[in-house]
């Protein structure tokens, strides 16, 4: 009789709960995981324990069938506890996790494009404000975005109501311990963002510390500890991406070769190998001093600078997709890095996306009802957003690998910038018929030229800034 | 009796017209100079054929007193004339040539400060149309600009109805000999700028000829030959600039030593060092690839660029004035270089001057009554210039170094470019008192923030790009 059996969508999440001891520090203590075997399939994530006694494996099938496990552990009451459940079809909007494909790109797992709009909360799940936490699912249901940024650790300038430590100050910080609650709220906005389409770009560590929490500066051991607890807690997410660090070089405390080891320790940890990279935060002028990309532990390019036409640049640097995570916000912020106009904003959405990279938004407006959105998430103020939906359309209209397309005169995407041609001459294949398209990228217009068109074509253009062409092969 | 002896202001021309032989190729033939002598100072100017068996010598005294002369010639006709003349003071207006002062800045020989503010018109003197020319120079008379760049040879495209060279078609060209028809409308347009109190930045090669008329691929005597006529007839207008070549590095005939042996030459027979550059023209890419400003010969950096934030960087390489002569023009132009706006241009100018440069203007709109003011002049169409108009008062204002000022705490022009804050912190001296004022740079005003402020000081914005900050101690 398997009418009982539990059955779970491929992708999905199977949890398996046990109860165990809570005395002493099972955190530390007790060892588990579990072998999950399809056929000749075999992936063994660790467990983790989830306070009061309970500990949870979780597992996410990425093959349909009859899957059978067994657990292990050193504590006899936890070991050898076996037993199977059914991976079915995935339901609609269930793509799996997000992959590179052909070297610049993403698809999801099923071969479904994704192309990120990424933002940035960083700590929107952090104030214990479910209103504001809502208010900011709201706002995301509603945009174009469908990656989001945001941090695991709290800033030395916070004073969250829970952390993914135990404890709730400096003081009284333990980091032999975790606190469940905390993730376990975490992971509910993780699955909340999953039901909306987006993609949780998680940032492991960052150098707003300062000594403060400490969390900078664990030693390797207490780094290790985190991770392999984040990931027995997370990986099992299918929209959940690993950013090692924000700002990784702004962080005094940790070497390149430290971060190495630490982003090496994920990928060996992780059993479903999301998506890795690492975030810089230098003050690059003109050059880029960028971590090296090429890597083999680093699967995408994730960059800050806020020169998007070196997109074209970091394409030849490393064969991988570029996602420039912060390229200034827009905004009124004193900051350096927080007060760009929208026409500003989307105007590098543009050069940065007709070059084949992926531009992400982020917003800090200092003295509207809710105040920045890279922090605490809320509403979005600014007037890019819009202009990103409308690229985002057509985006998704242009071929999977648009620059290799233009390269085989079959599309171009044509940008233009703060230029103000009066016309165009564009050049078509000979022996090809196009179609050609005026994008006005602030109005958001697209108006037909009206004919079809080859060789060398001269396209008349109003002589206003953000203008694009685009040109489409009959 | 000297009441009937000559008088000449100083820096105005002195010129001595002399009549000999007509026959054979006297500009070849003839050699011909004249010693001008006061007290121990001695300058020997090259005299030059005018047409018509008629030999001037020309020169600009740089000392009041009486100066005498004495021609030296191959000619016995010619040679060993003497004569005398009284260099009076100048009259108003005229303050010398310009030179460069205190590193980065310039200013004219009598110590008045010359803040350059040019403007490009390559070929308005061509075209032989009087009426377009009168025109050109309304234009700049009521304009901000006090700087043109201009050139002497011809592109390949025109038709024009007179050349430096003898002859008017690539077929009948002589480049044995020159046309002093030319050359005298030239001057007079020379003449005309220093009337406007604008610097004639002449251009004496470019590369849009490409073998059309051969002037860009004349051998080492020919280049020599136009170089030193060219000399003589012009070094004694105060208003001139010796631009070697614009884009040197697009014409395929000459090497950059070529370029150093030509430029040294004019420094060699150029009585007065007036100031002299190169202009480059390589496709930049974030990266500067320019000529060697700091080589000896070199009296600036004449730079084309289109990112004026790499002043900061030119400052450090070459310790001589920044001008920036080409930073993309304000216009509709469907080539690269020609078509952004001129809020763009506006943007561009304060960046550079706010870093302690000197940008230029261009303009190229190219469906208008007069087609291309960088090409030859007519109407100015743009956005931009009563916004440099606006800017160049500012600068005016400033102190002489306003970089070492604001390094010194007595003065600061700081410019937030696209950047809108809400607010910004601002750091006075702890024991020195400051005037604030907000300016907006494309709207033209200057708002004072009431009171005097010092240590560090919250000073609130209006939110929108393109604004700056004038801090100036009480």
């Known amino acids: 009789m398997n009418d009982q059996l539990q059955s779970v969508e491929r992708w999905g999440r199977f949890e398996l709960v046990l109860h165990g001891l809570s005395t002493g520090n099972p955190f530390q203590e007790v060892q588990l995981s579990a072998k999950f075997q399809y056929k000749n399939k075999v992936v063994e994530p660790d467990g983790f324990y989830d306070g009061e006694g309970r500990y949870r494996i979780r597992f996410m099938p990425g093959q349909i069938g009859r899957w059978r496990y067994e657990t292990r552990s050193n504590r006899p009451e936890l070991d050898g506890i076996t037993g199977e459940f059914d991976c079915v079809e995935p339901s609609s909007g269930n793509h799996g996790p997000v992959r590179v494909q052909n070297k610049y790109y993403f698809a999801y797992e099923d071969g479904t494009r994704y192309l990120p709009f990424g933002t940035t909360c960083y700590h929107w799940t952090h104030l214990g404000n479910e209103e504001l936490e809502e208010h900011t699912l709201q706002t995301l249901a509603n945009s174009p975005f469908n990656k989001v940024r945001m941090c695991l650790l709290p800033t030395r300038d916070m004073k969250p109501p829970a952390l ?43 150098p707003y510390d300062k000594g403060h929490w400490g969390f900078d500066n664990m030693d390797e051991e207490t780094d290790r500890f985190y991770l392999r607890y984040v990931i027995a807690r997370l990986a099992a997410y299918r929209n959940v991406w690993w950013s090692l660090s924000n700002e990784y070089d702004f962080n005094k405390f940790k070497t390149v070769a430290e971060w190495d080891q630490l982003i090496q320790y994920v990928q060996r940890y992780d059993p479903y190998q999301h998506l890795r990279s690492i975030h810089n935060g230098t003050k690059m002028y003109k050059t880029s001093t960028l971590y090296d990309f090429t890597k083999p532990w680093i699967t995408h390019q994730s960059i800050q600078h806020w020169d998007a036409e070196l997109t074209s640049v970091w394409r030849e640097t490393a064969p991988k997709p570029i996602v420039i995570d912060e390229i200034s ?106 179609r050609i398209e005026i994008i006005d990228c602030w109005n958001m217009t697209i108006t037909p030229v009206e004919g079809i068109y080859r060789g060398i074509t001269k396209v008349k253009l109003p002589g206003r800034p953000y203008m694009a062409l685009r040109l489409t092969r009959v």
Chains 1, 2 share one sequence.
């Open 164 to 206: 993914a430590f135990a404890g709730t100050c400096p003081e009284d910080t333990d980091k032999t311990r975790f606190n469940p609650d905390f993730f376990a709220h975490l992971e509910r906005r993780i699955e909340d963002l999953q039901q909306l389409g987006i993609e949780a770009d998680l940032i492991l560590y960052h």
């Open 329 to 434: 916000y827009e905004g009124n912020s004193s900051r350096r890095w927080g007060n760009i106009s929208g026409e500003e904003m989307t105007h590098r959405f543009w050069e940065g996306f007709s070059r084949g990279g992926f531009v992400a938004h982020g917003e800090s407006f200092i003295d509207r009802e809710t105040r920045a959105w890279i922090s605490f998430g809320g509403k979005i103020y600014g007037e890019c957003m819009e202009r990103i939906a409308f690229l985002r359309r057509i985006i998704e209209e242009a071929p999977e690998d648009w620059i290799a397309s233009a390269g085989e005169g079959q599309y171009k995407l044509m940008y233009f910038g703060r230029h103000q041609h009066a016309y165009k001459m564009v050049e078509l294949g000979k022996d090809t018929e196009f």
